[in-house]
DNA sequence: TTCCATGTTCCGCA
DNA sequence: TTGCGGAACATGGA
C-alpha cells in the first residue's frame, strides 16, 4: 500500500506502539529482506536497544536505535509494494521478514508479501537521503511553490513521470500522481515544461493538500471522497466530475487512469 | 491459465 | 545529458 501518506501512517503506527520497549530480540525470518547488512550483524547491532524516534522522507521510514547515549543506529525501512508494520502478541503475520520481541512479550513485524521492501541500518539519514540523490518530500515546509516550480523547470518529460521520480521529489506513487492530475484538469503525459505557471502552483498545492488529506485520514482510501479518481480506476466508467470518460493507458511503465475530456 | 498489482533498478537506445 | 521502453525482482489475488 505504500506511497508517502501509507509510510507516514506506519511511521506515527510505530512511534505509538513500539518505542521506548527494549529489543530483547531480532528475528531474521527471511534474509532476502535485508539491504546490505548481514543477518547476524543486523540483529547484533539492535539487541539490547531501544527505539526512541521517528522520521520519514518520501519513502522511506528511519527509526532511531539507542542502546547508550554514545551508541546508536538507524532503522531503514522501505515498503515495496507490500510491506506493513503490525504490533501484536502472540502468533505472527504470515508475511512478517522481521520481528522484533520486546521485553514484555509484544512484538513488532515487518510485514512484505513480496518482498521488494527493505529493511537495513544507516549511520545517518541525511547522508542517506543525499547519497540516494532523493529529491525533496512534497510536505516539507521548504518546498515552496516557487521551489517546487524550479524542480519541473526546463524538464522536457511527461510531468507524470517527473512527479513519480523520486530524485525531483520524494515520495509520490501511481495513485496520488494520478489522482493530482486528475483534479489539476491536466494530462499525464503534458509535458512538464508546457504547463502554465498557474497549472504548476494548482500542482503543488493539490500534492500537499491530498496527501495532508489522506494522512488524516490515516492513509484509508476508502474514507477519501467519492469523487476522487482513486475510487474509479477503471477502463471506460465515467467521470464523476464531469461526465467525461475515464481512460487507461501506460505512462512512465505505470498503469495510468484520466479522464479523457478535462484532463488536458 | 492469464493478467494485474500503491516500487525500484538496470540496460539499451534515441 | 535527458528521457523512455522493457525487463527483472517475488508472490499472490481475481
Redesign the pocket.
Known amino acids: 500500500?505504500?506511497?508517502l501518506p501509507?509510510v507516514e501512517t506506519y511511521g506515527r503506527y510505530f512511534a505509538r506502539h513500539a518505542l521506548h520497549q527494549r529489543i530483547a530480540r531480532v528475528q531474521v525470518r527471511?534474509e532476502?529482506i535485508l539491504g546490505e547488512i548481514r543477518k547476524e550483524t543486523f540483529a547484533r547491532k539492535l539487541k539490547g536497544s531501544t527505539f526512541t524516534g521517528v522520521r520519514r522522507h518520501?519513502?522511506h521510514l528511519f527509526v532511531l536505535a539507542t542502546r547508550s547515549p554514545q551508541l546508536a543506529t538507524w532503522l531503514h525501512l522501505?515498503f515495496?509494494?507490500t510491506g506493513d508494520l503490525a504490533y501484536y502478541r502472540g502468533e505472527p503475520p504470515r508475511f512478517a521478514r522481521v520481528v522484533f520481541d520486546f521485553d514484555g512479550g509484544a512484538h513488532l513485524a515487518f510485514e512484505d508479501?513480496?518482498?521488494?521492501g527493505v529493511v537495513d541500518l544507516v549511520d545517518d539519514p541525511d547522508a542517506f537521503i543525499r547519497e540516494?540523490g532523493l529529491g525533496p518530500d512534497p510536505l516539507d515546509r521548504a518546498l515552496t511553490p516557487k521551489r517546487f516550480a524550479a524542480l519541473l523547470q526546463g524538464?522536457?518529460?511527461?510531468i507524470k513521470?517527473l512527479l513519480m521520480t523520486?530524485a525531483i521529489i520524494a515520495g509520490l506513487?501511481?495513485?496520488y500522481v494520478d489522482e493530482t492530475l486528475y483534479q489539476t484538469g491536466i494530462h499525464p503525459r503534458r509535458a512538464a515544461g508546457r504547463l502554465s505557471d498557474e497549472e504548476i502552483r494548482a500542482v503543488h498545492a493539490t500534492i500537499r493538500r491530498l496527501l495532508r488529506e489522506t494522512i488524516a485520514r490515516h492513509a484509508r482510501?476508502a474514507e477519501l471522497p467519492r469523487r476522487y479518481l482513486i475510487h474509479h480506476r477503471e477502463e471506460g466508467v465515467r467521470c464523476p466530475r464531469c461526465g467525461g470518460t475515464i481512460r487507461r493507458t501506460?505512462?512512465?511503465?505505470?498503469?495510468t487512469y484520466f479522464c479523457a475530456k478535462h484532463q488536458r
Not at 508479501?113 to 521488494?116: G, K, N
Not at 501506460?250 to 498503469?255: A, K, L, Q, S
Open positions: 500500500m505504500p506511497e501509507e527471511d532476502r518520501g519513502k522501505h515495496g509494494m508479501m513480496r518482498l521488494f540516494r524538464r522536457r518529460g511527461a513521470s523520486q506513487g501511481n495513485l482510501e501506460i505512462v512512465f511503465g505505470r498503469t
